[in-house]
């Protein structure tokens, strides 16, 4: 049975999501609620957070992304949902498009309800759909990317953390502590974005956003096309 959610919504409100956004994911939700991408920074509905280095416990990685709990989150639904960030719409399906099913129990956080009820009903015959949809996507992301890199890179929106100097005392009480693993990585993010916060970032998103209307980003009806195939999937297990 193909991926639908229930809409438990732990994803959009919980810290460790992590929710980046391309440059083009930005101009989508900007249209979508008829803002600016400085107002959405102003409102605090998006802003620069830390995105942790899988291959180290002190690195976070300043980027643009959605600031948690998500404020388009309302009556458990996305009310922005046909204009939903490229992370959005990838998630869960890029990882049932690669991991082992014997993996995804460990993948998935207890609480993300959606996703644990669908482990058992996933089937092997059933990836080459989420590797289609993926890489569908992936056209589109990876230009986005491009685009968001230079951008950000330009204006200084973007730099790495390393907690164990900036925050010697804090990461060490942090790494002695006896808690939960993922307690410990929420801590970390929490004193991440209390640090970059510290900062006002305005005039960065200001002129972000005179920046970004030279680029042509693709729109949210271009991009739910590629939902095609799931859509027909999803279609085909409710008969």
């Not at 440059?23 to 942790?52: C, T």
């Not at 230009?143 to 204006?155: A, F, G, H, Q």
């Not at 390393?162 to 693993?181: E, N, Q, R």
Request: proline letters at 5%.
């Amino acid at each position: 049975m193909v991926f639908q959610c229930s809409n438990c919504g732990y994803c959009c409100t919980s810290l460790t999501s992590q929710i980046g956004l391309t440059l083009g994911d930005l101009h989508r939700m900007s249209v979508a609620v008829g803002k600016s991408p400085l107002m959405l920074y102003k409102e605090e509905v998006i802003g620069l957070f830390p995105f942790g280095d899988v291959e180290s416990n002190t690195l976070y990685d300043v980027d643009l992304g959605i600031n948690l709990a998500c404020k388009h989150w309302k009556n458990k639904r996305c009310t922005i949902y046909p204009s939903r960030p490229f992370n959005c719409r990838l998630f869960p399906h890029w990882i049932y498009s690669v991991a082992p099913k014997k993996d995804l129990p460990t993948i998935f956080d207890k609480e993300m309800v959606s996703y644990k009820h669908h482990i058992d009903e996933f089937h092997e015959d059933e990836r080459p759909i989420y590797q289609q949809y993926r890489k569908q996507l992936e056209e589109i992301f990876l230009k986005e990317s491009e685009i968001s890199d230079k951008l950000l890179s330009e204006l200084n929106m973007r730099w790495t953390i390393d907690l164990s100097k900036v925050s010697p005392s804090f990461f060490a009480l942090i790494g002695a502590a006896p808690m939960h693993p993922k307690r410990k990585e929420l801590e970390k993010i929490k004193h991440c974005i209390a640090l970059i916060e510290q900062r006002d970032f305005s005039t960065e998103f200001e002129n972000l956003q005179e920046k970004m209307k030279v680029f042509s980003f693709a729109t949210a009806d271009e991009i739910n096309k590629t939902e095609t195939i799931l859509k027909q999937a999803q279609r085909s297990d409710k008969k």
